[in-house]
């Protein structure tokens, strides 16, 4: 069963919303996943799964949040070929950099080798009734999207390794 990991960092609790409405939508399609603060994570951990992904709300003008910066850092130590990756946060749209840590961690990943075939998820500050429907579905497509790579991976193994 393909497995998934979600990482988070959370001023408001907007942003942990926005994750646990994304593990909702993962578990209806049948795959492991944690969810995890970014102060209980290591970059290390996302070599463990299939799907791995990261969600920060935006800091001032388009910064990460400070508790991001360590595990981002640490980042560079890691490769993540293979790996499918996806990226989402809270959002305010009263400063200049709308989202602006989505899109920065996306670069990350893919620098780390990931495959970030989906758009990043921005919500602006604390999600609505419509909004968790959508997170949930992002969450789907999402677990969809790790399935098919985790099958097609252990369809090309040699009989007796998967």
Do not use: H
């Amino acid at each position: 069963m393909a497995n998934i990991i979600v990482i988070y960092a959370s001023m408001t609790g907007n942003t942990e919303e926005i994750a646990e409405e994304i593990a909702k939508g993962i578990r209806e399609q049948a795959c492991d996943v944690e969810v995890k603060s970014v102060l209980d994570a290591s970059a290390a951990d996302l070599q463990g799964y299939d799907g791995i992904l990261l969600g920060a709300y935006t800091w001032g003008n388009g910064e990460l949040p400070d508790e991001f910066l360590d595990f981002y850092d640490d980042m560079d130590s890691i490769a993540l070929p293979g790996k499918q990756a996806a990226v989402f946060g809270s959002c305010d749209s009263g400063y200049p950099g709308f989202g602006a840590a989505v899109d920065i961690l996306t670069d990350k990943l893919k620098a780390m080798g990931a495959s970030v075939t989906m758009p990043g998820l921005k919500i602006e500050l604390s999600p609505s009734a419509q909004e968790k429907l959508e997170c949930q579905e992002f969450g789907k497509r999402f677990a969809n999207q790790v399935v098919s790579n985790y099958v097609g991976r252990k369809e090309s193994l040699p009989y007796g390794y998967g």
